[in-house]
């Protein structure tokens, strides 16, 4: 019996058989039934949708313009504002431009932002440990804070807490003293004002050393973390951290002491001369905020404690660990992981809750471009294209430093 080998080449229905399936397979009607075309058209259809709805909303944008007389431009950014702002944290009047108006703006919306995060993040933590205390009256108090806390408007507490602080701080136009700190702070309803740095020649180096520094910390942090994983050995961190962020510049400074200098404030016969003036209005909106989303935070907080399983507790308290020490070094590590994106939504809406400054004279963001420079200019439709774009970007820069923190104490599996 004769055996026949087949070359699976010159064999049809082989070669056939091992030809890989084309997408084209079936004609038009079955290119369009596979799965990865239609994602793929789908998506194109989305975007054309989505640059239509765009090009239709501008052109009606520039129809209505035009037929009111107006043309679409920034040009009056660079025109002199011919109005005041309470707060300046760097130099203006009122011959500045528009857009150095809404630079301060800018500057005054991100300092409420940055301390009021500060603030509410710590208040949120220690309310939430508060609130999962055994002391009972300590638990309720925690309890009672939130609840009240939670069910105000945001625009009450603001209105109340301004009320407040002008109450209690001193009122020079009655003769009262203000408050002092060394000779070198001053508080009164007027404002705080506090030494004011001054950049020189050369300050450009202190810079490059608090960046030196910081690398240099965060090289020592990643050194710490090697040696606990190798040896088991727990190095300092914080404390060499800070002193390294600190005492660089500081030595840097010390061989150039002109290149930054302070504007003491001055006690004059009817207001405060020179210094760095932070207004009662800043104090109001940020402590207002900061209580605010606080009480939010302290909720997010609690439920990441008790997500915690109960056996990393008993197992924390078998080694010997106190509350504290368990709290600080296994509750809270864990806990965070799950409470980090619900706290992230809570910053970003301090933030915007910021634009409540306008109701207690606060100029931020909507108070500057948004309402005086709108209003004298006539640039409805610019002011607020600005407007909403300011806000996206803190929105999306808060996002960002926050998504890489949650993906630094996520956990990695194997």
């Known amino acids: ?127 939430a440990i508060a609130r999962l205390s055994p002391n009972w009256l ?87 973390k090697v040696r606990q994983e190798q040896e088991g050995k727990t190095l300092p961190v914080l404390l060499p951290s800070l002193g390294l962020i600190i005492l660089l510049p500081f030595l840097m400074w010390l061989t150039s002491p002109d290149s930054l200098t302070f504007s003491i404030p001055e006690q004059g016969r009817f207001n405060v001369k020179h210094g760095l003036r932070l207004l009662p209005e800043f104090f109001a909106l940020t402590l207002a905020l900061a ?28 080694l010997g660990f106190s509350r504290l020490y368990a709290l600080r070094l296994i509750i809270l590590p864990q806990a965070l992981r799950v409470a980090i994106p619900p706290i992230t939504n809570q910053y970003l809406n301090l933030t915007k809750n910021s634009s409540l400054a306008i109701a207690i004279g606060y100029q931020d963001i909507v108070g500057t471009i948004g309402g005086i420079t709108l209003n004298q200019t006539g640039r409805e439709m610019e002011c607020m294209i600005l407007v909403l774009l300011l806000y996206l970007s803190f929105s999306l820069f808060i996002s960002f430093l926050m998504n890489i923190y949650n993906r630094s104490i996520a956990l990695v599996e194997r």
Not at 147 to 163: A, D, K
Not at 291 to 317: C, N
Request: aromatic content about 12%; overall charge positive.
């Open 1 to 127: 019996m004769t055996s026949v080998t087949t070359d699976p080449a010159q064999d049809p229905r082989m070669s056939g058989a091992s030809k890989p399936p084309s997408l084209f397979d079936g004609g038009l009607q079955g290119f369009l039934r596979r799965k990865e075309v239609r994602a793929v058209l789908y998506q194109i259809l989305a975007v054309t949708v989505l640059f239509a709805a765009f090009a239709w909303m501008g052109n009606n944008v520039v129809i209505n313009l035009k037929a009111l007389g107006k043309d679409f431009s920034y040009e009056f950014l660079g025109q002199a504002s011919n109005y005041d702002i309470n707060q300046r944290p760097i130099e203006y009047d009122s011959q500045s431009t528009h857009g150095r108006a809404m630079l301060i703006g800018i500057i005054n919306t991100g300092l409420v932002a940055f301390v009021g995060i500060i603030f509410a993040s710590v208040i949120g933590l220690l309310v």
């Open 291 to 318: 209580i605010y989303t606080s009480a939010f935070i302290a909720e997010v907080i609690r439920a990441g404690i008790l997500s915690v399983s109960k056996g990393q507790k008993e197992a924390a308290g078998a």
């Open 138 to 224: 300590l638990s309720r108090l925690a309890y009672a804070f939130t609840e009240f806390v939670r069910n105000v408007p945001v625009l009450l507490h603001i209105l109340l807490v301004y009320g407040v602080v002008i109450t209690v701080l001193p009122n020079q136009r009655e003769g009262e003293e203000p408050f002092t700190l060394f000779d070198r702070v001053i508080l009164s309803n007027r404002g705080l004002f506090i030494p004011k740095p001054e950049m020189h020649q050369g300050a450009g180096y202190l810079f490059i050393a608090f960046l030196a520094a910081c690398a240099l910390a965060y090289l020592w942090r990643r050194y710490a």
